[in-house]
Nanobody, 124 residues
Framework: QVQLVESGGGLVQAGGSLRLSCAAS????????MGWYRQAPGKQRELVAR????????????HYADSVKGRFTISRDNAKNTVFLQMNSLKPEDTAVYYC?????????????WGQGTQVTVSS
């Protein structure tokens, strides 16, 4: 199994920045995709950003929700098995619990793992 531990959340003013980190441990060899989701009170959990492992013929690819595109940047440090989410120009609507996730292929098929979440609060 894979364990994911998020850090970097906190309280910031609108327009500020935060950098979230997610460290993966365990059976990390099975992971080929990592990302961030968020869930605000009374809302469904939604995908924020994700990043794939680099392949032989292409670099890692990224995907962003329209609501964060241009403000958030996802990256990863493969040597440290860590994914980051740099969040700039934060808005009050970004307030949510942010969850790290990891996905990979195992003999059972595609498997997803989740962190416990880190709170991000943006004040106006």
């Amino acid at each position: 199994q894979v364990q994911l531990v998020e850090s970097g959340g906190g309280l910031v003013q609108a327009g500020g920045s935060l950098r979230l980190s997610c460290a993966a441990s365990g059976s990390i060899f099975s992971i080929d995709l990592m990302g961030w989701y968020r869930q605000a009170p009374g809302k469904q959990r939604e995908l924020v950003a994700r990043i794939t492992n680099p392949g032989i013929i292409r670099p890692a690819s990224t995907h962003y929700a329209d609501s964060v595109k241009g403000r958030f940047t996802i990256s990863r440090d493969n040597a440290k098995n860590t994914v980051f989410l740099q969040m700039n120009s934060l808005k009050p609507e970004d307030t949510a619990v942010y969850y790290c996730n990891a996905e990979g292929s195992r003999v059972e098929g595609r498997v997803m793992y989740w962190g416990q979440g880190t709170q991000v609060t943006v004040s106006s």
